[in-house]
């Protein structure tokens, strides 16, 4: 019992010798946001700025997924996946990563030129918000009209039942996106029917295989899925399909 109370001392010696005395309290950074008054009709045009620059922020991904080449990449990935019959290999998480990191290769080219058009002048305070607006969009319609099928932007244009536009820069985007995006699927579905025909013959070779040898019970796609990796790896399917993607936004 003694050698317990002894044991014991020590320890609360211990914290107070290293607990300091006058500890100073550490600031945390704090955000105040709050909603008043005022006279200056500055600051409401600062405010109202602030709130746009939200939601375009928020509005983010809608952009990322609908105005950029993630689309065509994701669904031949996703076709690539399907195909193999892997399941969940490669899982979501790295599907939607590679194709990120592709987009923001793909799109490097046009992002530079709207940041050197549009964004760093904005900056230099050498043109208004309008005007960088106005130019930030061209480098990105020039792109979305070069993937377009003018079959799917008459379609649009048609359906707006606005004025027929002179030239691209009469059309608007909410007139090019929708068009953009069905082109864009019906490139990757023309890609996915090209990568799942290989697949299907082995599919069918070692179903008609299992049937001549009377194995009814035994799944075909458990036999073929071996043969469908051995097939991938050997022609580095990933660099082929990669590389189609690449030079299918030239």
């Keep these: 019992m003694g050698l317990i109370m002894t044991l014991l001392s020590l320890v609360v010696m211990g914290l107070v010798l290293v607990t300091p005395v006058s500890a100073e309290p550490v600031p945390f950074p704090s955000i105040d946001l709050h909603i008043g008054q005022t006279d200056q009709p500055r600051e409401v045009v600062d405010s109202l700025q602030v709130l746009l620059l939200l939601t375009v922020l928020a509005l983010v991904p809608a952009f990322l997924v609908l105005m950029t080449s993630f689309t ?82 008459a379609l649009f244009v048609n359906a707006s039942h ?66 469908k990796l051995l097939l991938f790896v050997m022609v580095d399917g990933w660099y082929l399909v990669v590389k189609s993607l690449l030079e299918s936004f030239r």
Excluded: C, H
């Design 162 to 227: 606005g004025q027929r536009p002179n030239s691209k820069d009469d059309i608007p985007l909410l007139t090019l996106i929708p068009a953009f995006v069905i082109s864009e699927l019906k490139t990757a579905f023309q890609m996915g029917f090209l990568i799942f025909i290989p697949f299907l013959v082995i599919d069918m070779v070692v179903a008609s295989t299992l049937m001549s040898m009377g194995m009814f019970m035994i799944p075909p796609v458990m036999i073929a899925l071996p043969f």
């Design 72 to 153: 065509r990449i994701v669904v031949v990935l996703s076709f690539v996946r399907s195909a193999l019959a892997t399941q969940q290999t490669p899982p979501n998480q790295v599907l939607i990563g590679l194709a990120l990191f592709l987009t923001f290769f793909t799109m490097a080219p046009v992002y530079n030129q709207v940041k050197s058009q549009a964004l760093d002048p904005y900056l230099a305070q050498q043109i208004t918000q309008e005007q960088a607006l106005e130019l930030a969009q061209q480098p990105v319609k020039e792109f979305m009209f070069k993937q377009t099928r003018e079959k799917d932007l």
